[in-house]
């Protein structure tokens, strides 16, 4: 009889995990681990360097930029992508709302699975994508003094 590892099979349940493989799943829950966080845990800081990937198997978080709520997060949802994508300094904070089951990876096992994962590739641009969008929107949204430079982004 064989075993499922538990961890594949929280991750089969998320979103940004569904078109996944089988050997696609097993692969990343090898590189990462599972960890409890408090309501009120810091899980990334704006403005630090990032070291890891986080995703949220269960509750939910708060992302702020400059002290300014601009979105929530909940179970499938990640953060800290840009960061090791691009080697800089966090964008935002993301705070646990409630007590938080995560999966996190660091910088090296998240490398590991972009260029091992082609289906969780296509899943993260296109949360990259939307994120983008929905930044453009809010962006669009605010007065026109508040925007970068006084400028509309375009």
């Known amino acids: 009889m064989r075993t499922v590892d538990p961890t594949v099979a929280r991750l089969r349940q998320l979103s940004l995990f569904a078109t996944c493989s089988e050997k696609e799943l097993q692969f990343i829950a090898r590189r990462g681990i599972e960890h409890r966080s408090a309501a009120g845990a810091v899980l990334l800081q704006e403005g630090r360097s990032g070291h890891q990937f986080v995703v949220i198997a ?28 691009d080697h800089g300094d966090r964008t935002a904070s993301v705070v646990a709302e409630t007590e938080l089951l ?40 605010r007065p026109t003094t508040e925007r970068a430079g006084g400028c509309a982004l375009i």
């Open 58 to 85: 269960q509750g939910s978080a708060v992302v702020s930029i400059g002290g300014r709520e601009v979105a929530r997060l909940g179970p499938g949802e990640c953060c800290g992508e840009v960061a090791l994508l």
């Open 102 to 141: 995560v999966w996190v990876c660091s910088a090296q096992e998240f490398a590991e699975i972009i260029d091992s994962c082609p289906t969780l590739v296509r899943r993260l641009l296109g949360v990259l994508a939307e994120r983008t969008r929905s930044t453009y929107r809010q962006q669009q949204l």
